[in-house]
């Protein structure tokens, strides 16, 4: 049995979360339209992304987390649809860049990215305290990542260590890191043996442009679909069950391999270090947060 998702590719606006809920609603409108009962929009899509500080960022925040959770779950119960979609959470005086996770059948749940880069919102944001989860509804078994995120095998492995079939990724790819859609993507999707789903947005933020190109990789790193550089609805189909067929037999008892079952977990106790002084000192490649 497939599975219809959708990326929806918006342009939302920063610091406008009233009119970046409505556009989200039209967007996951078209989505149930074309089928989609699984639908990923953009990084940050209900508040916008390039803020200038922690001070202005907080009432953003604040404003979006009295309204957008229930106004999203709203949308997932009307068009029977699991919907991911970006945004920022307030936690006292710091911020999350979150993902809300709203599930037709009511459940909810909020992904917070690990791993921050130094743009827009996430200078001044918390890394997420937990590890990625897998969620199941309708026979899908899915993660959520964002953006930067993807950056790091070892997040997207969880996910797949977990059960998921399909990787959820709202992002915000600026002009200049091609090689996010171009290479991680794919190859997150084919060494997991997973769908990758990613939903970009459009538009330019404080001189940060967007590039747009949302996609839907499948489990071998083919590209199923892929959006252009303006608004677009992305849609395709995922089959779950295939996904799972991790023992891949290319010639049966001639060329096979199985990039989970094939893992050899005892000789990666190295993974868990800081990394060699390359450039910084070993402290900085940890975030506090992480070790005693």
Same mark, same amino acid.
């Given at each position: 049995?497939?599975? @219809?998702?959708?990326?929806?590719?918006?342009d939302p606006k920063l610091g406008e979360v009233e009119a970046n809920l409505d556009l989200i609603a039209r967007a996951v409108g078209d989505a149930a339209a074309a089928g989609s009962t699984f639908t990923v929009l953009p990084e940050a899509a209900v508040t916008g992304y390039a803020f200038a500080s922690l001070s202005e960022a907080l009432p953003v925040a604040r404003k979006a987390e009295a309204i957008a959770e229930r106004t999203l779950l709203g949308l997932a119960e009307t068009h029977r649809?699991?919907?991911?979609?970006?945004?920022?959470?307030?936690?006292?005086?710091?911020?999350?860049?979150?993902?809300l996770v709203l599930l037709p059948d009511g459940r909810r749940y909020r992904y917070r990215k690990m791993h921050?880069?130094?743009?827009?919102v996430d200078r001044f944001a918390t890394p997420g305290p937990d590890a990625p989860s897998v969620i199941e509804i309708?026979?899908?078994?899915?993660?959520?990542?964002?953006?930067?995120?993807?950056?790091?095998p070892e997040a997207a492995r969880i996910c797949s260590l977990e059960g998921a079939d399909l990787?959820?990724?709202?992002?915000?790819?600026?002009?200049?890191?091609?090689?996010?859609?171009?290479?991680?993507?794919?190859?997150?999707?084919a060494e997991n043996h997973c769908y990758v789903l990613a939903a970009d947005r459009i538009g330019t933020e404080r001189g940060t442009t967007f590039m747009g190109r949302s996609l839907l990789v499948d489990y071998e790193g083919q590209v199923?679909?892929?959006?252009?550089?303006?608004?677009?609805?992305?849609?395709?189909?995922?089959?779950?069950?295939a996904a799972r067929v991790t023992h891949v037999q290319r010639r049966p008892g001639e060329?096979?391999?199985?990039?989970i079952g094939d893992r050899r977990p005892g000789l990666y106790e190295r993974l868990l270090?800081?990394?060699?002084? @390359?450039?910084?000192?070993?402290?900085?490649?940890?975030?506090?947060?992480?070790?005693?």
């Open positions: 049995m497939t599975i @219809r998702v959708a990326a929806c590719q918006i649809m699991t919907i991911v979609c970006g945004t920022l959470e307030p936690d006292a005086d710091e911020v999350f860049n979150t993902a921050l880069p130094f743009l827009g309708d026979g899908l078994r899915f993660g959520v990542l964002i953006c930067y995120d993807l950056r790091f990787i959820a990724l709202p992002t915000n790819w600026p002009v200049g890191v091609e090689f996010h859609p171009d290479l991680f993507a794919p190859a997150r999707a199923l679909a892929r959006a252009g550089d303006g608004e677009e609805l992305l849609t395709g189909e995922v089959d779950p069950e060329h096979e391999w199985d990039t270090r800081p990394g060699a002084d @390359r450039q910084h000192p070993p402290s900085a490649t940890q975030y506090s947060g992480d070790v005693e």
